[in-house]
């Protein structure tokens, strides 16, 4: 885990923005909210900030999950890859608006699958970031009993999400 109050690696681009960053940068943020820092740094390469414009709303937007099992898989990934600051963001931008409990939040990083804080839905999902992370991969008797919750399109999106904040963990602590 990159150490607490580690000064930036590659300083986030500041405004006054070149006028197709800032569009971009415009693009990924709700309407009135500042770009985040993780954005203002990818905008240093200004044509890949392009295609993760392009192609964020296909991770970023609601899909077909559980907003609940949504926060959990992204909570889980960031907590397990060190991820401080992205997990931070998603206590603060949604898991407390969504209600969560301080102990669920704070389990997301010191709890093991079979804690009793999780329901059984959450410990499957818990136990496929663990495995997706310590692995890469998930094993027959766990997908089975994802396969039972969730349906195809749903299972993709699952894995799919833990390996996309697996990526923004890597960026937020390497930059």
Not at 84 to 108: C, N
Request: proline share 9%; with cysteine.
């Amino acid at each position: 885990m990159p150490p607490a109050g580690r000064s930036p690696r590659i300083t986030p681009v500041e405004p006054p923005y070149d006028p197709e960053v800032g569009l971009d940068l415009e693009k990924l943020m709700p309407p009135g909210i500042p770009p985040l820092s993780i954005f203002r740094t990818i905008a240093n390469h200004p044509r890949l900030l392009r295609k993760f414009r392009l192609t964020a709303p296909a991770f970023f937007a609601k899909g077909l999950l559980d907003p609940k099992d949504r926060e959990l898989i992204i909570h889980r990934a960031c907590a397990r890859c060190g991820a401080e600051y992205e997990w931070g963001v998603h206590v603060a931008a949604f898991s407390r608006p969504m209600g969560f409990s301080e102990a669920w939040i704070h389990a997301t990083v010191h709890a093991t699958a079979d804690d009793p804080v999780w329901s059984e839905r959450e410990a499957l999902l818990v136990r496929m970031v663990d495995e997706l992370h310590d692995t890469g991969d998930v094993s027959d008797d766990l997908w089975k009993a994802l396969a039972a919750r969730w349906d195809v399109t749903q299972l993709v999106e699952l894995v799919i999400l833990a390996g996309q904040y697996h990526l923004i963990s890597f960026v937020v602590n390497a930059f």
